[in-house]
């Protein structure tokens, strides 16, 4: 059994990703590792001085915690009009949290119709092309945690139904199915095992491992990246070549493997955290009774997540759904401890996203 705490890892590390990285999507400039941590660490400090959430949650987290609700209610399979109707509720309740420019029309057209046809609005997007954004894979996450714990469900299948009620396009699906990963990805960290599952999901989309435009060329630049970057190298060089090479865009082939690339760079056994952030000291623990509770290791975990996390955003772009992503993928293989008292206290609805986790757990095992 996916222990608990692996699921609330993810969807809370996903969160905190999104409201992090929402502060920098698509600034002007690139900021540099410090220049984006020195803003965390002024986020997690926030909340002792007012009461509201210093850091809101934007679409990513709104749908993703959309695709939990619908799992939960229908006990833990993919239904698309459900999931439309949970996706379209979503966004009503709050239309600015910074959706895709195409997001907006594919929800009314479903609330139109009554969800009479799931898969409708979104396949007639740009000429019938459909969406190759990266919408469908910032919401991926809870589809990779259900799949991992119903060894019998079909997942891929399901991740492909739950995509294309918004993103019909075959970059957009293999994004989506990537970003779900293998039924073991969320405890994996080697690039190999991403590059298989890259060809997979580009041989179901219909995408070729020749082309440029595949997800496998893509990981196969991931792994490049690894190799020529060791844990030890110039952190703001490193993400200059990594913006440019992978891209930091919101389309999914520009944003996924980059997502990706975060995560393992930090799961890596060698990394190294920045000195910035192996020196912190977390705001709720500079009492030092409050200190000692916090084992090493929960210290190293909290600290390689911050790391990713930093990194991700500093790579520039959309930095909420990159952050958000490679959050999911670190935040369930390290598991609920990686995440910072402090940091959960800073972010909008960070106790709703931990018990939808719980739900979201109760009914992988119970179905
Ligand atoms: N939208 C934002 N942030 C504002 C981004 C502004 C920025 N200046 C920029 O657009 O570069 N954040 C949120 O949106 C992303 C998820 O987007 P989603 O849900 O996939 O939206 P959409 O509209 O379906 O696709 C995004 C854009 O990609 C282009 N595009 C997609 N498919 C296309 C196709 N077949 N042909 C041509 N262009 C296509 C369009 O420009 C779409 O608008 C996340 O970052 C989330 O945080
Ligand atoms: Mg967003
Ligand atoms: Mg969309
Ligand atoms: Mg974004």
């Given at each position: 059994m996916i222990p608990c705490a692996k699921f609330r890892g993810c969807l809370l590390a996903a969160l905190a990703g999104d409201c992090l990285g929402a502060q920098f999507e698509f600034s002007p400039r690139r900021s540099s590792f410090r220049t984006v941590w020195l803003a965390f660490d002024a986020n997690m400090r926030e909340r002792r001085r007012c009461r509201r959430w210093p850091l809101v949650y934007t679409d990513d987290t709104a749908l993703t915690r959309a695709v939990c609700e619908s799992l939960v209610d229908c006990r833990g399979r993919v239904e698309p009009a459900s999931l439309a109707r949970s996706l379209t509720d979503a966004y009503f309740k709050a239309t600015d949290r910074g959706y895709g420019a195409a997001a907006g029309g594919v929800f009314k057209d479903l609330r139109d119709a009554n969800f009479a046809d799931p898969f409708g609005p979104a396949a007639a997007l740009f000429e019938g092309r459909g969406s190759y954004g990266n919408g469908g894979a910032m919401r991926a996450a809870p589809l990779g945690l259900i799949g991992a714990a119903a060894a019998a469900a079909p997942n891929a299948e399901e991740v492909h139904l739950a995509t294309r009620v918004t993103h019909s396009n075959a970059l957009a699906l293999a994004g989506a199915r990537l970003m779900a990963g293998p039924c073991d990805w969320r405890c994996a960290s080697t690039a190999s095992t991403w590059t298989a599952e890259a060809a997979a999901a580009d041989t179901a989309c219909g995408l070729h491992e020749g082309e440029a435009s595949s997800y496998t060329s893509a990981m196969r630049q991931v792994k490049e990246f690894l190799g020529k970057h060791p844990a030890s190298s110039a952190v703001d060089e490193e993400a200059r070549a990594v913006a440019g090479a992978l891209g930091?865009?919101?389309?999914a082939l520009r944003s996924v493997p980059t997502a990706i690339y975060c995560a393992l760079r930090t799961l890596r056994p060698s990394h190294r955290v920045h000195p910035l952030i192996s020196e912190w000291q977390p705001p709720g623990n500079q009492n030092p009774s409050i200190d000692e509770a916090l084992s090493i290791e929960q210290r190293?975990?909290?600290?390689?997540?911050?790391?990713?996390?930093?990194?991700?955003?500093?790579?520039?772009?959309?930095?909420?759904?990159?952050?958000?992503?490679?959050?999911?993928?670190?935040?369930?293989?390290?598991?609920?401890?990686?995440?910072?008292?402090?940091?959960m206290l800073a972010c909008e609805a960070s106790d709703a996203v931990d018990s939808l986790a719980t739900r979201l757990h109760r009914v992988a095992y119970s179905s």
């Open positions: 930091t865009e919101v389309t190293q975990q909290q600290q390689r997540l911050l790391d990713c996390l930093t990194f991700a955003v500093s790579l520039g772009g959309d930095t909420d759904t990159i952050a958000s992503m490679a959050g999911a993928i670190v935040g369930a293989a390290l598991g609920a401890d990686a995440l910072p008292a402090s940091l």
